[in-house]
């Protein structure tokens, strides 16, 4: 089959082409707003987002709060945005957990998107709406839930049938977005309907502009007023601002590296895009540059390099580069996906990923802050609250003029005033040292080529930098800086400028008017300072003694090498969209700073003994000085810059080890024993499949999972037959999803399995197995056990692959007509009648010990055998549980990442699952991998009081399966000013009415 999504397809004739100037559009815009969003708070012309008339740099982090099930932690993840200067959060909507049964919404407890709401203007946060109904995001089905799999319309398009399954979700999480719109008082400014409606099938007739149309009518009809924003995979110009189905603002996204991250060091030849500056302004000339979704990490499937490779190739050099080059683009609505990934517990993921969804983000999975691509991205994100100026901007073509070397490419961005210079390398993944000369241009001074004191520039390794002339710090001119630009503040009787350069660079930078009398060097040596006609250059070597100057009497400017840098915040107050005017050094995290008369108030983490220094904004009589609520000790100076010393004291605190808990266990498929009953099961009776993308069924009945409501995990078929004696092998095509395994029992006897692997080739596998003899006219079962790893995404258009069924696809036994097997099934209690409302509709699976409910806290473990747990295992195949509980007394005013990890060195095929007080947290497959770490977040975890832990283990092979090492880890630990973290609901075990 062939895709035609990605071929650019000739532009539409554009209603705004052609130079328009700013007057104009503000009209344009305006009109635009009253005619279609009855708002006029989110506005926008063709340089940016303007909120209340004020433009604002949409610096946006991509985060799933559905990917983190603990509610009162979601400001702990939004403040660590915050912290890092962004001014806006983006998150999808997962519609499969809020609509698992047709019909019934429900968005409560850990799926109630209030407390995001709240996080978010707490933190100071702008929202992104992206309720999809489709989203794609490794999620299971791309977020349709699995009901759909027998829906009669096809998927993503214009069919009645579909359209009204979405109407439910739709009016209800639109109604919940609405209330949550600036509009209200909310957080939310911008909604994207659909994701990537992008790649379709030859032959389809792409795009349809009533779907769309009609997408967006469901959330306008509940009460979406602001401005709507499109998501193209590629700019083809599919939805645009002026297409007869329109968004009021275009966008794409890009993830230019790609996703192999087993060669974290290589860049692909082609990576950098260098043609959206031009196809934008053709595409939609009336709306601002925006990158919907950048890319921030990677996904990583079963068998792949993982998510700490992901973080090496999209690393701090990676944003410098690419994000750089974005900015040169003129992106002011830039998202970054994921800035934080999380996990994909509970069932929640597509079958391509595995439970962490960690995506090597700037936060990692474990909320730790420690990677460089944090901080690097702190200095970049806080450029933009400093330098308006950027967002209007003229772009120009990059080019050869602005520099002396080839190697080198400029992209300049010009006002009348401010400009900026845009700098990389022209092979941009080059790792050379190249040294180079810049044109810029001043409006005193008239071109200029820097640096004046040295030789060169340069560009170290993998970066790309940005150099500013004409920029405007306060009341001072920066004639030009070579050094970037962290952060400046000015106070009433100073201004503090914070620059910062790679080590061992030389830079520069001009002040214009004279030196004064006092002009210093404050502190740090080597700085030279030279006059000139009209303005003073300070040049310096990058080293790590840090260099501070004082020059026109009252500019103080610190001249940092960019580790140091990356110590340094600008911490936002509680609840304030922009930041604050203190600048603080403080090591790993600083979240929020309160002034209050003479006391200065910072909540943050630490995770050594920290210096802390004020360089500017403190009182100028500073009394108290507060960190985490408690005063200390702290000097100020004659300048008011105020040190102190927060002590890192190390926690001191027990942790179970695994090995020595006392263990039960249960078999966890009592399906294979001689009298176990299958009454209960459902009977796979449907003659016709109501799939209608996989309509051809090559068995007597469906065996779908699907077309019996089960989605989740663990399927279980049992099949009975009256032997004719004439049997010796037993063929079946069973399906899972990528990585996805399977076993066959006839009665208690193993018959065999398909033990899995992380090829396309094996999403399904057709088994033929040999079969003892058989007693001729004895009745036999066979239990199948399947693991289904989480439905597709749907991502080509009208491709419906979310409606890949799971289960069984076709057998043949010898002699037989299928039809002489009669099938049952089971997948999770209920199947979409799911019964832990709490947990979601995706948590549990179909094994035993998920249906009876013995996942969850305080099952009756009483009459189980004793265990040594994991470790012992199985010596032939089978699935088993063990269960035990332990209780955690950590120390508060501590975060303490905690993970549980599978330690084995041997490749023996099993899977494995982790529930945590009766939250799957954790599917393992020792096989294949790669992940055997398992975070569980607090609020999961009791910190305080009794945990439930329980591992299943499927054995799949003979000779059985033992896990060699099952041990609880801690990660980094930090003491932290975050406040209390509640528990996620974790109703216990209750005896279940009807459970088989
Ligand atoms: C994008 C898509 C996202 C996510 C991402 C990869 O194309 O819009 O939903 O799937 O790719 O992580």
Redesign the pocket.
């Given at each position: 089959m062939l895709l035609s999504g990605l071929r650019l397809l000739p532009l539409l004739p554009l209603a705004w082409v052609g130079g328009v100037d700013g007057r104009a559009v503000d009209t344009v815009a305006a009109a635009k707003v009253e005619s279609r969003q009855q708002q006029n708070i989110v506005t926008w012309d063709d340089k940016s987002l303007m909120i209340n008339g004020e433009r604002l740099m949409i610096f946006s982090a991509e985060v799933h709060p559905f990917r983190l099930p603990v509610t009162s932690l979601w400001l702990d993840v939004l403040q660590k945005i915050k912290a890092m200067g962004y001014t806006c959060v983006s998150f999808?909507i997962d519609w499969f957990l809020l609509e698992g049964k047709q019909g019934e919404f429900r968005a409560e407890g850990i799926f109630d998107l209030e407390p995001f709401f709240e996080a978010a203007k707490q933190a100071g946060l702008y929202l992104l709406a992206r309720p999809g109904p489709y989203?794609?995001?490794?999620v299971a089905g791309?977020g349709f839930p699995g009901w759909l799999q027998r829906v009669q319309g096809r998927l993503r398009t214009n069919d009645a049938a579909y359209l009204e399954a979405t109407a439910n979700y739709s009016a209800n999480i639109g109604r919940i977005i609405a209330e949550a719109q600036i509009t209200n008082g909310g957080p939310v400014i911008l909604y994207q309907p659909e994701?990537?409606y992008q790649s379709y099938l030859e032959g389809y007739e792409f795009p349809d502009y009533e779907y769309w149309e009609n997408v967006d009518r469901q959330f306008r009809d509940a009460g979406i007023v602001v401005p709507s924003i499109n998501?193209e995979?590629h700019m083809n110009a599919y939805i645009t601002t002026s297409t007869p189905a329109s968004v009021d603002i275009y966008g794409h996204?890009s993830?230019p590296l790609g996703?192999d991250c087993f060669n974290p060091t290589v860049w692909p030849e082609d990576g950098l895009p260098t043609d959206w500056l031009e196809l934008n302004n053709q595409i939609a000339p009336d709306s601002p540059y925006a990158l919907v979704?950048f890319?921030g990490g990677?996904?990583q499937p079963p068998g792949g390099a993982g998510f700490e490779a992901c973080s090496q190739l999209l690393n701090h050099e990676f944003e410098r580069v690419i994000y750089k080059n974005n900015y040169a683009v003129g992106a002011t609505i830039f998202n970054i996906?994921?800035t934080f990934g999380g996990t994909n517990w509970g069932n929640l993921g597509h079958a391509e990923g595995y439970s962490s969804y960690d995506?090597g983000a700037q936060i990692t999975e474990e909320r730790l802050v420690y990677r460089e691509k944090y901080s690097e991205m702190k200095l970049q994100a806080n450029f933009f609250h400093v330098s308006p100026a950027y967002l209007v901007a003229d772009r120009f073509n990059s080019s050869l003029e602005w520099t002396d070397n080839e190697a080198i490419t400029v992209t300049p961005a010009i006002t009348d005033t401010t400009k900026f210079y845009i700098a990389r390398h022209t092979q941009y993944d080059s790792t050379e040292t190249v040294p180079y000369r810049l044109k810029v241009q001043t409006v005193g001074f008239g071109d200029l080529t820097v640096p004046q004191l040295s030789d060169s520039l340069y560009l170290t390794r993998r970066d790309s930098k940005i150099h500013v002339s004409d920029y405007l710090v306060g009341d001072k001119n920066l004639v030009y800086s070579t050094a970037e630009i962290f952060t400046w503040k000015k106070y009433s009787d100073k201004t503090v400028l914070v620059v910062y350069g790679g080590p061992d660079e030389h830079h520069e930078l001009a002040v214009e008017g004279r030196g004064s009398d006092d002009d210093e060097v404050v502190e740090g040596s080597d700085v030279t300072v030279e006059q000139r006609d009209g303005y003073t250059i300070l040049g310096w070597a990058v080293s790590p003694e840090r260099k501070v100057v004082r020059v026109h009497g009252d500019l103080y400017i610190y001249l940092l090498e960019r580790n140091e840098a990356y110590n340094f915040w600008v911490p936002p107050e509680p609840a304030q969209v922009g930041t604050s005017s203190v600048i603080v050094k403080a090591g790993y995290l600083i979240r929020t700073v309160e002034v209050d008369d003479a006391t200065l108030s910072f909540v943050g983490d630490v995770n050594a003994t920290t210096t802390i220094e004020v360089i500017g904004g403190a009182p100028e009589k500073l009394e108290t000085l507060n960190f985490n609520g408690r005063s200390l000790p702290f000097e100020q100076d004659e300048r008011g810059v105020v040190t102190a010393t927060v002590e890192f004291r190390k926690p001191r605190f027990k942790l179970p080890s695994c090995s020595r808990l006392k263990w039960k266990k249960i078999d966890a498929l009592p399906e294979l024993q001689p009298d176990y009953s299958d009454d209960a099961w459902t009977v796979a009776d449907l003659k016709e499949t109501p799939n209608t993308a996989f309509p051809d069924l090559r068995t007597p009945t469906s065996l779908y999972a699907g077309d019996y409501g089960y989605h989740t995990r663990t399927l279980i078929y049992r099949g009975h037959f009256t032997a004719n004696g004439g049997e010796s092998t037993f063929f079946i095509q069973t399906q899972g999803g990528m990585a996805f395994g399977s076993s066959v029992w006839l009665d208690d006897k193993f018959i065999g399995s398909f033990v899995g692997d992380s090829t396309w080739e094996s999403t399904n596998a057709n088994s033929t197995y040999e079969l003892p003899a058989l007693e001729k006219g004895r009745q036999y079962v066979f239990t199948v056990v399947i693991d289904n790893m989480g439905l597709n995404?749907n991502?080509v258009i009208p491709e419906e692959k979310q409606k890949i069924p799971r289960g069984i696809l076709d057998y043949e036994l010898e002699g037989h007509p299928k039809s002489d097997i009669s099938w049952k099934l089971t997948g999770n209690l209920g199947g979409e009648n799911y019964l832990d409302k709490d947990r979601g509709p995706l948590n549990e699976g179909g094994l035993f010990i998920e249906r009876q409910g013995y996942h969850l806290p305080v099952a009756p473990t009483k009459y189980w055998d004793y265990s040594k747990g994991p470790t012992e295992g199985l010596t032939k195949p089978g699935i088993v549980y063990y269960a035990t509980s332990f209780d955690l007394n950590l120390p508060t005013g501590y975060d303490i990442p905690i993970s549980f990890e599978f330690v084995n060195t041997t490749a023996v095929a099993y899977r494995a699952q982790i529930f945590v007080n009766g939250y799957q947290f954790g599917t393992y497959v020792n096989h294949i991998g790669p992940q055997s770490r398992y975070p569980v977040p607090q609020g999961i975890l009791n910190y305080h009081g009794t945990n439930y832990l329980g591992v299943t283990l499927w054995a799949m092979e003979e000779g059985g399966a033992k896990v060699e090492g099952f041990e609880i880890r801690v990660g980094t630990v930090t003491a932290t000013g975050y406040g209390n973290i509640e528990m996620a609901p974790t109703p216990a075990w209750k005896r279940r009415e009807g459970a088989y």
């Open positions: 999808y989203i794609n995001a490794e791309g994701n990537e998501n995979a996204d993830y996703f979704e890319q990677g996904f996906y994921m995506y995404n991502y």
